[in-house]
């Protein structure tokens, strides 16, 4: 029997993104983007792995498509690669019309995320998101893509993660654009907010009634004790992982604190008058991207080397017991229950969880792939999610990532969050355990 029934109209869905799946670089006018540089720089990527090739999707989306309506599920989030609508290019734009007419056909709500990390690289060339240019284009291509799907887009996520591009890219280097310029990126993360601010205006005056989103990765920020220094490391990174992005666009302003924390690292001079309202305006729905918790506490000397938390040197991240994946993420659903809850205390406001799953070592063998873990993992994070429901949370819908072995940026293809076994060699898909697992709550809309 269902013991845990989801309310009526759930979006249950699987995420994606463009570099992570699609492969075909060089085709139907696509550019290069800042994740193309970076692949082909020796040492930045495990086994010098690119997405060249990825998971061929471009190519086999209608298989993809068809595999989506054999799970039942009801969404699936895509993202559109700007590198292929640069520059006025159609041809990109008729790849995501297809795509979209092929879920809609399969009665899946199509969610584009407009930029999940694939920086065209001329744009980066140009400054990249530390120039102020590169938001005001995004909101050309954000218009471009509203104007021919808006019509059939269920949901618009405006950015992916900004505090990976912002940080991973600017201030520790780890991911493309590779720049280890510690305080860089606290004006990406700015021109990231704006390009969301900028894009939710752009897709609503194209498409007024679309539904506009934007997906953050949230922690629930744990302190290792209740020392006031371990207590303050923590109140550091989650003000710089959590609230810089969600407060600025549900509260219209920047957090007090970090500004007083990044002030020797900054004078945040690059945040104009006007900015602040267009990044505030209102959203629909707020998506949660969550993995595992973070246990943070002081640390004895300050950090040397590139790290991506400007302004909150001296702090240390420690081990949350429990569980690994194959990232040697801690299992830990409780830290979801944690952050929904948060998001509703302190902000009110409707979310949706727009990715959370996990990596494990899965075989093929027979034309099967049990992954007990990743069931697990989904269970608990489902169950997690059902009890910040009963909580009070207004959670709209569930996004697992990934529908597809992919692409684990800097890590390569080792990592594999698919609940579709991909073999690289072949493309042959496999629905894994979890994948038929998923299904099943599916059509029980509970577990
Ligand atoms: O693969 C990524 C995705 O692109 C963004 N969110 C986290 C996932 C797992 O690392």
Redesign the pocket.
């Known amino acids: 029997m269902t013991q845990r029934r989801f309310p009526a109209g759930f979006w249950w869905g699987a995420a994606t993104?463009a570099y992570?799946i699609e492969g075909a670089v060089d085709v139907d006018g696509r550019v290069p983007s800042i994740w193309d540089t970076f692949c082909a720089e020796p040492g930045r990527v495990a086994h010098g792995d690119t997405g060249a090739e990825a998971a061929q999707h471009y190519r086999r989306y209608r298989e993809d498509v068809g595999l989506m309506r054999e799970l039942g599920l009801g969404a699936y989030r895509f993202s559109i690669s700007w590198a292929r609508v640069f520059g006025g290019e159609t041809r990109g734009l008729d790849f995501y019309d297809r795509l979209v007419d092929e879920l809609c056909a399969a009665g899946i709500k199509p969610v584009a995320t407009l930029y999940?990390w694939d920086l065209p690289q001329s744009l980066e060339d140009g400054g990249g998101w530390l120039a102020r240019a590169t938001p005001e284009r995004f909101a050309d291509y954000a218009t471009a893509a509203a104007e021919r799907l808006g019509d059939r887009v269920a949901l618009w996520c405006t950015v992916?993660?900004p505090w990976c591009s912002a940080f991973l890219g600017y201030s520790s280097g780890a991911h493309a654009p590779a720049r280890a310029e510690g305080a860089a990126g606290l004006t990406a993360a700015h021109h990231l907010l704006l390009a969301h601010g900028l894009a939710n205006l752009a897709v609503r005056a194209a498409a007024p009634d679309a539904l506009v989103s934007c997906a953050l990765?949230q922690g629930a920020v744990r302190a290792v004790s209740d020392s006031p220094a371990d207590l303050d490391a923590a109140r550091r990174i989650d003000g710089l992982l959590n609230r810089l992005f969600v407060d600025p666009i549900l509260r219209g302003a920047y957090p007090e604190d970090v500004l007083e924390d990044t002030r020797t690292v900054t004078d945040w001079s690059f945040v104009q008058d006007a900015d602040l309202k267009a990044i505030s305006t209102p959203i629909d729905v707020l998506g949660v991207?969550y993995y595992q918790p973070d246990l943070v506490g002081a640390a004895a000397e300050p950090q040397t080397g590139p790290w991506p938390f400007p302004g909150s040197t001296g702090v240390a991240f420690h081990k949350t017991p429990g569980p690994l994946t194959e990232m040697d993420w801690t299992v830990d659903p409780s830290g979801l229950f944690e952050l929904l809850t948060r998001l509703k205390r302190d902000y009110d406001v409707p979310v949706m969880i727009t990715?959370n799953g996990a990596a494990y070592a899965d075989v093929a063998a027979d034309g099967r792939v049990a992954d007990p873990d990743r069931i697990a993992y989904l269970d608990g994070h489902l169950k997690a999610a059902h009890d910040a429901i009963t909580a009070g949370v207004d959670l709209r819908g569930y996004f697992v990532?990934s529908l597809l072995d992919n692409f684990?940026?800097a890590l390569g293809y080792g990592k594999r969050?698919g609940i579709v076994h991909v073999d690289y060699e072949t493309q042959r898909r496999t629905l894994k355990d979890s994948a038929r697992w998923y299904r099943d709550v599916i059509a029980a809309n509970g577990l």
């Open positions: 993104a992570q999940h992916n993660e990765n991207n990715e990532w684990e940026w969050f």
